[in-house]
């Protein structure tokens, strides 16, 4: 026969027991052994198998369905309450348990905290297993969308284009209640018209507290489904989400450690993220690397006052745009006379502070010298003359370009592509992650840790390989019983050597 077909009538049997479900060398066994690895007093997960009342699911079998069902791209309480009936490798994982979607969803969202933890310790084991050094980090960020939709996102202009749009609802709804009136007098025709009228304050109601809620926070915008999240611009147009931040290590490109935000863009989270990867790995790290995106000279400064070599571009080097004649970087700046010499030999004087007060602004000290010169059109065409800007770091700045464009600093940064950005392709597409499930900052925290370390398995695994990946897990969790055993037999010695207890006659 050439074509081979499938027997649904054949007769087959399962492996006896549930652990030969799966094949020694199956992925799944190491998710199995990284959970185990975990400590769940550390991450706050309550382990109480004497709780009376009634029995809930293994915290721990909960967390590894969470960590394997991430690392495969199955994210849904349903998907995955579908697995553990019918994928192999879930029900062994499970052990046979069954927990429903409910179950599922309560155990995530309780749990937050925990699983925003669960990359911490994760990190820590690489520190162990020597695969983090933490001498170079590479900062990335990605808009990752909300679980809410931007048709709830309102603004100012917004609330009051509606309230404008219900007036005139009202109005017209009014009218038609006084032509029906007159028309048909003493005939209960006035219903539906009062129905809509409430319909339209109501709305005109939820609107004004909106507004009211915009006055109060100080926001420019709000979602009224997920308050955190904000109007994100990105290659694949508007859209409520967060800003994704990781930090990865040079060394095999592990994550260490990930955060959320809800800003537009990447200026001002470069200290912020290298101070979180430097708490989370326990030392600081002597080179920070990020895109053009975080060149905030201020917040580079924070960064650099600490000793760490800073690997940033500004805007102008990523453009690749050539430095114009009349560029400020062409003017000479006279340090002890605090003004700058244009290039036709004139002097542009301080004469006040930028708006947000990052810097000074200099301007020609007289008009007519920019308007009778032969550069006029060129350099400037304003009539009050030229005016430069000159930032509080300036030299800082001009100090990082020169660094920048070192060879062996190119070098380093060259491999941020290479390190930095391949979680965000592998979280995306590989897992198809294109929004949160869990609404909130802190929701979004979680979920970002989960993909972390669903990430930094992954890699590990294809590292060390299967079998080298659970031999280091077992023994990290045989080593942390042996020492939990040595300290419950040191109370238990202690207690021994206690004086006996004095009991009273009656």
Same mark, same amino acid.
């Given at each position: 026969?050439? +074509?081979?077909?499938? @027997?649904?009538?054949?007769?087959?049997?399962?492996?006896?027991?549930?652990?030969? =479900?799966?094949?020694?060398?199956?992925?799944?066994?190491? =998710?199995?052994?990284?959970?185990?690895?975990?400590?769940?007093?550390?991450?706050?997960?309550?382990?109480?198998?004497?709780?009376?009342?009634? *029995?809930?699911?293994? *915290?721990?079998?909960? #967390?590894?369905?969470? @960590?394997?069902?991430?690392?495969?791209?199955?994210?849904?309480?349903?998907? /995955?309450?579908?697995?553990?009936?019918?994928?192999?490798?879930? +029900?062994? #994982?499970?052990? !046979?348990?069954? *927990?429903?979607?409910?179950?599922?969803?309560?155990?995530?969202? $309780?749990?937050?905290?925990?699983? $925003?933890?669960?990359?911490? &310790?994760?990190?820590?084991?690489?520190?162990?297993?020597?695969?983090?050094?933490?001498?170079?980090?590479?900062?990335?960020?990605?808009?990752?969308?909300?679980?809410?939709?931007?048709?709830?996102?309102?603004?100012?202009?917004?609330?009051?284009?509606?309230?404008?749009?219900?007036?005139?609802?009202?109005?017209?709804?009014?009218?038609?209640?006084?032509?029906?009136?007159?028309?048909?007098?003493?005939?209960?025709?006035?219903?539906?018209?009062?129905?809509?009228?409430?319909?339209? !304050?109501?709305?005109?109601?939820?609107?004004?507290?909106?507004?009211?809620?915009?006055?109060?926070?100080?926001?420019?915008? +709000?979602?009224?489904?997920?308050?955190?999240?904000?109007?994100?611009?990105?290659?694949?147009?508007?859209?409520?989400?967060?800003?994704? &931040?990781?930090?990865?290590?040079?060394?095999?490109?592990?994550?260490?450690?990930?955060?959320?935000?809800?800003?537009?863009?990447?200026?001002?989270?470069?200290?912020?993220?290298?101070?979180?990867?430097?708490?989370?790995?326990?030392?600081?790290?002597?080179?920070?690397?990020?895109?053009?995106?975080?060149?905030?000279?201020?917040?580079?400064?924070?960064?650099?006052?600490?000793?760490?070599?800073?690997? @940033? *571009?500004?805007?102008?080097?990523?453009? !690749?745009?050539?430095?114009?004649?009349?560029?400020?970087?062409?003017?000479?700046?006279?340090?002890?006379?605090?003004? =700058?010499?244009?290039?036709?030999?004139?002097?542009?004087?301080?004469?006040?502070?930028?708006?947000?007060?990052?810097?000074?602004?200099?301007?020609?000290?007289?008009?007519?010298?920019?308007?009778?010169?032969?550069?006029?059109? $060129?350099?400037?065409?304003?009539?009050?003359?030229?005016?430069?800007?000159?930032?509080?770091?300036?030299?800082?700045?001009?100090?990082?370009?020169?660094?920048?464009?070192?060879?062996?600093? &190119?070098?380093?940064?060259?491999?941020?592509?290479?390190?930095?950005?391949?979680?965000?392709?592998?979280?995306?597409?590989?897992?198809?992650?294109?929004?949160?499930?869990?609404?909130?900052?802190? !929701?979004?925290?979680?979920?970002?840790?989960?993909?972390?370390?669903?990430?930094?398995?992954?890699?590990?695994?294809?590292?060390?390989?299967?079998?080298?990946?659970?031999? %280091? /897990?077992?023994?990290?969790?045989?080593? %942390?019983?042996?020492?939990?055993?040595?300290?419950?037999?040191?109370?238990?010695?202690?207690?021994? &050597?206690?004086?006996?207890?004095?009991?009273?006659?009656?």
């Amino acid at each position: 026969m050439a +074509i081979r077909q499938g @027997v649904r009538e054949q007769m087959e049997l399962l492996p006896p027991r549930i652990e030969q =479900y799966v094949a020694e060398d199956a992925p799944v066994r190491v =998710y199995d052994a990284f959970v185990e690895s975990l400590d769940l007093d550390e991450l706050g997960i309550l382990y109480e198998p004497m709780k009376e009342g009634n *029995p809930c699911y293994d *915290p721990r079998a909960m #967390l590894k369905l969470l @960590v394997y069902g991430y690392s495969y791209g199955v994210r849904s309480s349903r998907k /995955l309450e579908r697995e553990v009936y019918y994928n192999l490798a879930f +029900i062994w #994982l499970m052990g !046979g348990l069954k *927990p429903d979607h409910k179950t599922i969803a309560e155990f995530r969202r $309780k749990h937050k905290e925990a699983l $925003k933890k669960t990359l911490r &310790q994760c990190v820590r084991l690489c520190l162990k297993l020597d695969m983090i050094d933490g001498n170079v980090l590479f900062i990335d960020g990605s808009k990752i969308r909300a679980n809410a939709s931007i048709k709830n996102t309102w603004t100012m202009e917004k609330c009051q284009k509606v309230l404008e749009k219900t007036d005139k609802i009202i109005e017209a709804l009014i009218a038609e209640a006084e032509a029906i009136d007159k028309e048909e007098e003493g005939m209960p025709s006035l219903v539906s018209v009062k129905e809509k009228l409430g319909d339209a !304050g109501a709305v005109k109601e939820r609107v004004k507290a909106i507004m009211e809620e915009l006055r109060c926070s100080g926001e420019t915008a +709000i979602n009224t489904v997920d308050k955190e999240c904000v109007r994100a611009n990105s290659v694949h147009g508007t859209h409520s989400g967060y800003n994704a &931040q990781i930090v990865v290590d040079k060394r095999h490109g592990l994550i260490a450690s990930c955060d959320v935000a809800n800003t537009n863009n990447d200026l001002g989270q470069f200290s912020v993220q290298v101070d979180k990867a430097q708490e989370e790995l326990g030392k600081k790290c002597q080179i920070a690397v990020a895109d053009s995106g975080y060149a905030d000279t201020d917040d580079l400064a924070k960064v650099d006052e600490q000793g760490i070599q800073v690997i @940033v *571009p500004t805007q102008m080097i990523a453009s !690749g745009r050539e430095i114009g004649k009349f560029d400020k970087r062409n003017f000479r700046y006279d340090a002890e006379e605090d003004c =700058y010499i244009c290039p036709g030999n004139n002097t542009l004087r301080y004469s006040g502070l930028t708006r947000k007060r990052k810097g000074k602004i200099y301007q020609i000290s007289d008009k007519g010298d920019c308007l009778g010169c032969c550069n006029f059109g $060129k350099c400037t065409t304003s009539r009050n003359g030229r005016k430069v800007m000159r930032l509080n770091a300036e030299e800082l700045r001009n100090r990082l370009e020169r660094e920048y464009i070192l060879p062996q600093n &190119q070098a380093i940064y060259k491999r941020r592509q290479e390190k930095a950005e391949l979680p965000y392709g592998h979280i995306k597409r590989n897992l198809g992650v294109s929004s949160f499930l869990l609404r909130g900052r802190e !929701g979004a925290r979680a979920e970002m840790s989960i993909l972390s370390v669903c990430f930094n398995v992954r890699r590990m695994l294809s590292i060390l390989g299967h079998k080298g990946i659970i031999a %280091k /897990l077992k023994g990290i969790s045989s080593n %942390k019983q042996t020492a939990a055993a040595l300290s419950i037999a040191m109370v238990v010695n202690n207690l021994q &050597q206690l004086p006996p207890v004095l009991t009273l006659a009656s």
